[in-house]
């Protein structure tokens, strides 16, 4: 089992920043990709930001040159670095781990809220 636990959503004001992060714990497997993704209401969940264990990143269009997405393997630690923050970046960003040798499930933090309001 692995657990995902993510901090530093809040409201952030147009134009703002916020950094989030998302510690895994149990059973690590060291080749594995880490990514966010965000659920606006009445909205599919969709992939913000993703970076592999050897630190491939694959951004979403729509957050491309602002989100900014970093990783520490030796704390098993992902990070979501989000500048010129814009209203329709509100949403749930959820945390997500999946082990790709060998290949297993997709692992979900509890979710943590953005919103960007003035």
């Known amino acids: 089992q692995v657990q995902l636990v993510e901090s530093g959503g809040g409201l952030v004001q147009p134009g703002g920043s916020l950094r989030l992060s998302c510690a895994a714990s149990?059973?690590?497997?060291?080749?594995?990709?880490m990514g966010w993704y965000r659920q606006a209401p009445g909205l599919q969940r969709e992939l913000v930001a993703a970076?592999?264990?050897?630190?491939?990143?694959n951004y979403a269009d729509s957050v491309r040159g602002r989100f900014t997405i970093s990783r520490d393997n030796a704390k098993n630690t992902v990070y979501l670095q989000m500048n010129s923050l814009k209203p329709e970046d509100t949403a749930v960003y959820y945390c997500?781990?999946?082990?790709?040798?060998?290949?297993?499930?997709?692992?979900w933090g509890q979710g943590t809220q953005v919103t960007v309001s003035s």
């Open positions: 997500n781990y999946r082990p790709t040798m060998p290949l297993g499930r997709d692992y």
């Open positions: 149990g059973s690590i497997f060291s080749i594995n990709i």
């Open positions: 970076i592999t264990s050897g630190d491939t990143t």
